[in-house]
């Protein structure tokens, strides 16, 4: 026995050596012999599979089309003498995968970019010159450079360019070259529209700002509207104009203008709206015109309680009226009425159509509102103002966005209250 010392860091001598023993020892059962057999046969398996193949040459080629990254890879163990191995295998399955959360700043920044606009009501400003020409009798617009425009792709940048009108003309309009990836363009292009010196009172200049798209609809950044081209000088040498740009989501289309006086007699009672004129409509008709009449209704909590029109003004974009609306309201339901004006085209066959609406009253908005308390302060004097028509649609949302607060001021007065002669 002294001569068949076992050599158990070899477990294949072991495992002969167990062999020879049980060869020479009946008392050993057959049954531990073969359990035995077994347990060394598996402890060999596991020693081999904790060694690394030798790579064939089939492999060798394989590699060699393998990224550089990849050629350190070594096949892994996952047994307990590498408690790291799981969390290699999850990295290395994670490898050529797409993270979203990598492209989320981008994404965030842009739509960040595009609220701080609608919260600010100004997008940028850009920077324009106005020069008229007296021999060519044309208006020079010298587009020149804007700057702070938001970012509307998500790259964190913008593909600025600019549309330029000169209403109520639409149909005629420029646009500048597009300057990609920038919020802060150059510009420098000029651009020259024919109209009679004359004429320019009743002109207004629309800048509209863009971001290109190749595959999408371009996004509006804003827009610029100069209601007085003689705002900075008289147009007779250059000047330089530097404008905020007003945010927008969609073009203003250019509906027209119309001119009312309000006067209010408190003794009496009595309200007096005299429609005078309108100008610059937008034609409704085939023909290039429209039919146009003004239809005023005396309103109070989204509730109408009189209306009356005036007369029909045929084939005309530009009509005079110089006609009275009275309404007879007493002084303590002032601050509970408005009155809504529409002016509408006329149609022999089929409906009438709306061109343009607006409001006024305690509870409207901008000029609508300032006109009305103008009437009030100073009581039996007419107060004349050109008001710019809206869509009337847009006009009713604000309208019911600002009369929610209204609802629990009071009831709306009697129309019995409100009879006019």
Known sequence: ?????????????????????????????AEVQLSMKDHFLRRTRMSR????????????????????????????????????????????ASLGRIQPELYKQSSLDADESSKNCAAAKTCG?????????????????NILKAFDLPAKDLCGSSDPYVKIYLLPDRKRKFQTRVHRKTLNPMFDESF?????????????????????????????????????????????????????????????VDLGEIMFSLCYLPTAGRLTLTVIKCRNLKAMDITGYSDPYVKVSLDCDGRRLKKKKTTIKRNTLNPTYNEAIIFDIPPENMDQVSLHISVMDYDLVGHNEIIGVNRVGSHAE?????????M???????IAHWHSLLEASKSQKEWKTRTA???SQGSCPSPRLLSSP
């Open 1 to 29: 026995m002294a001569s068949d010392k076992l050599n158990l860091s070899d477990p294949a001598s072991f495992l002969e050596a167990a062999v020879k023993i049980s060869h020479t020892s009946p008392d050993i059962p």
């Open 49 to 92: 599979q904790t060694t690394e193949p030798t790579s064939s040459t089939r492999h060798s080629s394989f590699k060699k089309h393998l990224p550089r990254q990849m050629h350190h890879v070594t096949s892994l163990d996952r047994g307990s003498d590498f408690p790291y191995a799981e969390d290699q295998s999850t990295s290395l």
């Open 125 to 141: 400003k850009i920077n324009f010159s106005l020069k008229y020409d007296y021999e060519s009798e044309a208006l020079l617009v």
């Open 192 to 252: 020259q529209f024919a109209v009679p010196y004359e004429e320019l009172g009743s002109r207004k200049l629309h800048l509209s700002v863009f971001d290109f798209d190749r595959f999408s609809r371009h996004d509006m950044i804003g827009e610029v509207i100069l209601e007085n081209l003689f705002e900075v000088s008289d147009l007779s040498r250059e000047m330089a104009i530097w404008k905020d740009i007003q945010y927008a989501t969609s073009e203003t």
């Open 366 to 374: 901008g000029l609508g509102r300032d006109h009305w308390n103008e």
């Open 376 to 382: 009030l302060a100073y009581p039996r004097k007419p």
């Open 405 to 407: 607060s209204f609802d």
